[in-house]
């Protein structure tokens, strides 16, 4: 069975400092991968998705990037956090080819201080 | 582009009643459909999906929803709420393409009371 992993899980940082978040996809091949922030009180924002290995769309112009340098490994990255990238970061995975839900991982808390 | 709509951000009923959530959707072609549950500090759970057919569907822990294109809704329902189904809940439509991106609407947080 397929399963997604999101590390850390929580994360206080201060404001300016570098940030990597890690999603990993375990039992499938080829998924299309997202990040989505949920900031409190408030809806699911995409930020970011991956049809392959280095292909990448920005959904939102911040200062926050990913990358996925392995086919099952999706990275959130930013040089210098702002008190605004305060959130929820979830990533998501869903089958190549087909359409279907996408199954989503337990989340990362980050707060920037 | 698509979006969607969740009128209600806060919804209390009590533990037995019945239940529904609105979900209005704006989308050109047939939608794709989502209903998705999250419970504090977790990540979503799939309630149920509507692709194509029966407009009613059946989801897991008691959910249906019903797809009615004339009023581009998809409403979530459950005859009897149990406590354990306090949680925030997420509509949401899909987009066909290489991307299969979803458009998620701002959540209905429900609580029930004992």
């Known amino acids: 069975s397929q399963t997604i992993h999101q590390w850390p899980a929580t994360l206080v940082q201060p404001v300016g400092s570098p940030l990597s978040l890690e999603c990993t996809v375990e039992g499938t091949s080829n998924p299309n991968l997202y990040w989505y922030r949920q900031a409190a009180g408030r809806g699911l924002q995409l930020l970011f998705y991956s049809v392959g290995i280095g292909q990448i769309s920005s959904e939102v112009p911040q200062n926050l990037s990913a990358s996925r340098p392995q086919d099952r490994q999706f990275i959130l990255s930013s040089k210098k956090l702002l008190l605004s990238d305060s959130g929820f970061y979830l990533c998501a995975w869903c089958r190549d080819r087909v359409f279907d839900e996408q199954f989503f991982g337990p989340g990362t808390r980050l707060t920037v201080l | 582009a698509q979006s969607v709509t969740q009128p209600d951000i806060h919804i209390t009923v009590s533990e037995g009643a019945s239940l529904e959530l609105r979900c209005n959707y704006s989308?050109?072609?047939?939608?794709?459909l989502f209903w998705y549950v999250q419970s504090p500090g977790q990540g979503l759970q799939l309630l149920l999906k509507?692709?194509?057919?029966?407009?009613l569907v059946q989801g897991i822990k008691g959910f249906e929803a019903e797809f009615k294109r004339s009023q581009s809704s998809f409403n979530l329902r459950k005859p009897s709420v149990h406590w354990s189904d306090a949680a925030e809940y997420f509509c949401?439509?899909?987009?066909?393409?290489?991307?299969?991106?979803?458009?998620f609407g701002s959540g209905t947080q429900l609580t029930v009371l004992p």
């Open positions: 949401a439509v899909g987009v066909s393409g290489s991307a299969r991106q979803l458009t």
């Open positions: 989308y050109g072609a047939t939608p794709y």
């Open positions: 509507y692709f194509s057919g029966d407009t």
